[in-house]
């Protein structure tokens, strides 16, 4: 099954110094039921986010989530609740390891689209290097066909 959705996303990113960053984008995307009663949602980045020509994947299985980009720029981050784990991020400018350490997760995501919210810490080289929130809501697409 997969579905055109609506996905709408609001992330915030608190650093130690300088006030928060924050974005909210609303994008087009599909919403794929795997074969293990996971969802996958993917959507192309935008101009807006700093991000075109990737292609967004984000996987949620249970407990599990796991954030894929694909494009011009190559990252994987996985997220579980009270783990930690360590990640490459490729930019430009180079490769970075970033360690991702999942305080909350909450989903409601099924057929029909639903909620995702992760609040968690980024670390380059141990260092807390800032604390994000991220919600996405999916919607399926009232008037794109299925």
Do not use: C, W
Request: a negative charge.
């Amino acid at each position: 099954m997969t579905e055109n959705v609506i996905i709408s996303i609001r992330g915030k990113q608190l650093y130690a110094e300088g006030s928060p960053d924050e974005m909210e984008l609303v994008t087009s995307g599909t919403l794929k039921r795997d074969g293990k009663g996971g969802y996958t949602i993917s959507y192309q980045e935008s101009e807006l986010t700093g991000l075109e020509g990737t292609t967004t994947k984000v996987h949620v299985d249970g407990r599990r989530v796991t954030l894929l980009r694909e494009g011009s720029i190559n990252s994987q981050m996985v997220f579980e609740e009270g783990m930690r784990h360590l990640s490459m991020y490729e930019t430009p400018y180079g490769a970075l390891s970033i360690g991702v350490n999942t305080k909350r997760m909450r989903s409601t995501l099924g057929e029909s689209g639903g909620d995702l919210e992760i609040d968690y810490a980024i670390e380059i080289d141990n260092l807390l290097a800032g604390q994000n929130l991220f919600r996405m809501n999916v919607k399926k697409h009232p008037t794109l066909p299925q």
